[in-house]
Structures are given as C-alpha cells and as structure tokens.
C-alpha cells in the first residue's frame, strides 16, 4: 500500500540525520515492497527565512494529509532573537497542536554494545528497554488560569494550573495500555496523587481503564519522587511508564540519560488514529546542533530509529522494524561509530557513512541490493 510520508527536514543537522533515514526507508522499497513516497516541507527557522512564518499554511496544509510525517531538528543561534511569536520553536509546538498529538512515546534502549556509555554501571542498563509515554497536549503546561500578577501590596504571584479532564486521562492511559499489550505487559501509572487531587483522579481513570479494557495488563502505580528514584536505581523494573506532560518531560529525559547519547534517542508523537488528519510524528529527541550543523558529523541513528518507530506504529511493519533494529545493532558491534558514541579502537565515522554502513548491514542481513551511494 503506498504511504506518503511527510519529510521537515528542519534546521541545523535536521537535514542531514533526516536524509540518511529516507535513504533507509528507500532501502524498503527497493527490498521489501513497500511503496512509501515522499514530499518535502518547510519547518521552523528555514520555513521562517523562506516564507516568513516557522509554521506556514503550505507545511499545514502537507502535515494534514501525510500518512505520517519525519521531522529532523528545528531551531538555531541565527533566529534566537527574533519575537517569540515566529522563533522556530513555534512551529514546533504548532504542528503538535495543529494535529492533536496527545501522546509523546519515548524509547529507552540500550545497545549492548554502548551499555558503557551510560552514566551508570553495565549491569545496571545492560539490556534495558522502557518505553516513556507522556501525555502532550494537557496538564500544568496548558492548563488555565496561569499567569503572574501584581497584588495590592505590590508583591507578585505567579500561577499555573494542573488540569486534566478525564477523557484526557482515559485515552493517554489507551495508548500506553495498548503499547504493554504488545510489549511486556507491565504498565506503570505515575502520579503524585499523595498530593495533588487531579492526579487523584488521574490514577483512578487509568484504573477504570484497565479494569474495563485490559484486564491482562499487570498495572501498578508510582508517586513521582518515587519513579525518579526507581529509574537510576533499577530502571529494568519498568515496561511501560504513563503520566503526565510535566513528569513525563523529567522522567523521559532522566531515562534518556541511561542510554548513553542523544544521538541515539528517537520519539513518536501520536494523535487520535481515527482522525482525518495525519496522527502520527516522528523525531530525534536531539535538537538541531548547530555546533556540528553541515560537518558530517551528526549521529543519525536517533533519526533511523525514528524511522523504525513509524514502521511498528503508523504501517504495522514491527518485523522490517525488527530488522532495522538489529542492523543498527550488527553495525554499532562491529565497531563502527560516530563522534558523540566514539570509543577507544573504534572506527570513527560520519553521519553519510553511519547510513551506510546501516544499510550494508540490511543488505546482510535480507540478501537485499542496495544503491548506497
Ligand atoms: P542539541 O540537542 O541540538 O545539542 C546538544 C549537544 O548534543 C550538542 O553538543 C550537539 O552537538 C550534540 N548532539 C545533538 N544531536 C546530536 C547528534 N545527532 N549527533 C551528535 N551529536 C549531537 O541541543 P541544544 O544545543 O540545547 O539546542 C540547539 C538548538 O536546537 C536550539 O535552537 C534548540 O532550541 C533546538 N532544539 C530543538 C529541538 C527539536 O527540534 N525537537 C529539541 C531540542 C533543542
């Protein structure tokens, strides 16, 4: 079936990660009979430079009807000081909103083979592979009232709001159920429902859920303090963790931290699937390095694997995505690195030949052909 898929390559080394990840996702049609086409977009601070808005209605109107949408980096020194209202964060935020991307799926995995990359011990992290899902669009970051205001005495209060409706809860709590249903089967819930009423209710929803809808999924419940804690400690404990837009910010890019790199971390964000708008983006949690931008020296794996999570969740393709996975593996354990995951007798890299070298490594792997160069 052909797949359109929407490519905002973004600023910065956002070019470049993205175009080694359409190069993989081109080795599926030449090999495995998928048939994705792709377009291209403007996003972010080029998207600024070039049509005057970080977020146009010309990338609205291509977001809207892709069946899913790569996107690289945004942002850069050169538009820091432009107002707020067309930095190219804005376009960032803009699409998230614009496509009611609720759910933010963040990945912790450690390859074998850079388990001592990780701040913490190797047995620690050796072998973990959690799954982050945060909710996106609600919570304290967009509740309402918030503001700063002046009181009558001249002193200042500054206040934000941590709402959730509890369909909100019920259909985050859906997807993260749906994940541990194809995963481990474990479900973590975090909340601070010690302290805070709408995490209260929180908590009873995402038991309202399971009760009803997934009785087979092992479902527990942590406060945040305690998460915090339990993921540096023994990280390995969890399958899937579900919370909040705030706590999931934390948490994710604690667990990040277990991982090594940023070069190594993809994210999904996804919406409602049934929605006649495209559901379904995907991106490095890295930003757009502008210290290495335009040098060859971007880990584009963060990207690739990004690609891998589009495979699994927008076309149900979990085998090519197994397969991405373990050449990514074949590769990292024959030594071949880049820059930020560089070790001693390593063979160092960049960012063209990390691609292909992934992509030799398919062609190993399935007696595939690939036209690398
Ligand atoms: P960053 O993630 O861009 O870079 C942090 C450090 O990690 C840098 O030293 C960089 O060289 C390195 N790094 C990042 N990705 C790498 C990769 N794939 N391979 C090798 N090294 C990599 O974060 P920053 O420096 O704080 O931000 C730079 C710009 O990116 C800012 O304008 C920021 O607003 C933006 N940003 C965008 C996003 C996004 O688009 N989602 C996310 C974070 C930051």
Known sequence: MTKNILVLAGDGIGPEVTNEAVRVLKWFNENKNTDFRFSEANLGGIAYDLE?????QTTIDAARKADAILLGAVGGPKWESLDISVRPEKGLLGIRKE????????????????????????????GLDIMIVRELTGGIYFGEPKGVDTLPDGSRKGYNTLVYHDWEVQRIARVAFDLASKRGKKLCSVDKANVLVSTEMWREEVAKIQAAEYPDIELSNMYVDNA?????RDPKQFDVIVTTNMFGDILSDCAAMLTGS???????????????????LYEPVHGSAPDIAGQ?????????????MMLRYSFDLGKEADILEKAIANVLASGVRTGDIMQEGATLVGTKEMGDAIIAQLDKLVGGKSQAA
């Open 52 to 56: 005057g808005d970080p977020f146009p």
């Open 228 to 232: 915090s804690m339990q993921l540096v």
């Open 99 to 126: 496509l009611g991307l609720f759910a933010n799926l963040r990945p912790a995995m450690v390859f074998e083979e850079l388990a001592e990359a990780s701040s913490l011990k190797k047995e620690i992290v050796s």
């Open 262 to 280: 940023l070069g190594m971390l993809p994210s999904a964000s996804l919406g409602d699937a049934n929605s006649d708008v495209c559901s379904a």
């Open 296 to 308: 060859n020296k971007a880990n584009p794996i963060a990207t690739i694997l990004s690609a891998s």
